[in-house]
């Protein structure tokens, strides 16, 4: 059998529950839904784009020799500070969990990492329970739709925070013509996206990342809403399969 086909033998599982994910998934983990009988539709309701502007880019460059306190609460942060760094540079970083974290350790090293943590709430707390001093320079690389918990949190304790925004989220909203089992949401972005050409069924289940999200959810609609507070891709989906498993027919 070549490379990259299925054999002919295979027989796709008859599908009980149908769920619309808005965040691209590995393979493995949709593979793992289909054989609990669980079919993972995906559909992105948002993009995001670097900034690269030359001012931005400098900034980012300019931090580089500097022994800063940087704040990462998104991959996406992740990845368009990394872009303009010619080598490691000598932070303190905290970070989100899930991918984020995963991101940081890759390009700064497990050693650079402070603390992580699964809210920007408690990793504000933990921000606040370890910068050495109010006068260190903390920079939170975020997007233009950042969340306000983290950056008030800290300012209420009067540590100074440097916004820099570094990538931007666009709604690519469209309309869905299934009805859905299950939709799981990632962040209120994708959310109004979602939304702003979408109904859902009262008896669809609504997944959902962080609180805030949940609250722009029941901004829209009353659906039961199961709340997942760590941020990681994979561990959504086990509470959404965990959830369909015990209510198998």
């Known amino acids: ?51 690269h502007s030359k001012e931005t880019i400098h900034q980012i460059e300019s931090f580089q020799p500097k022994k800063i306190t940087a704040i990462f609460t998104s991959m996406n942060a992740v990845d368009a500070v990394t872009k303009h760094l010619s080598e490691k540079p000598n932070w303190k970083i905290f970070s989100m969990g899930g991918i984020t974290k995963e991101k940081v350790y890759q390009f700064f090293g497990e050693s ?21 001093s109010k006068s260190d320079e903390a920079v ?6 950042r969340l306000n918990e983290l950056p008030e949190t800290l300012a209420q304790k009067g540590i100074a925070v440097n916004e820099l925004v570094v990538y931007k989220t666009i709604q690519t909203p469209k309309s869905i013509e299934k009805n859905y089992d299950a939709v799981v949401f990632f962040s209120p972005s994708a959310v109004h996206s979602f939304f702003s050409v979408n109904t859902l069924p009262t008896n669809t289940v609504i997944f ?35 959830y369909f498993d015990s209510n198998k027919k």
Request: charge should be positive; include cysteine.
């Open 208 to 242: 959902s990342i962080g609180k805030t999200t949940t609250a722009t959810i029941q901004s829209y609609c009353s659906n039961m809403i199961i709340t997942s507070e760590w941020p990681g891709k994979e561990q959504m989906i086990d509470r959404v399969l965990d």
């Open 1 to 51: 059998m070549e490379a990259g086909k299925l054999s002919k033998t295979f027989v796709m599982p008859a599908y009980k529950f149908h769920i619309l994910c808005t965040r691209p998934l590995d393979e493995l983990i949709i593979h793992k839904a289909a054989l609990k009988s669980i079919k993972i539709d995906l559909g992105s309701f948002i993009r995001t784009e670097n900034i």
């Open 140 to 145: 939170f690389f975020c997007g233009d739709q």
């Open 112 to 132: 650079s990492v402070v603390a992580t943590a699964k809210n920007a709430t408690a990793l504000a707390e933990k921000i606040i329970a370890n910068i050495s």
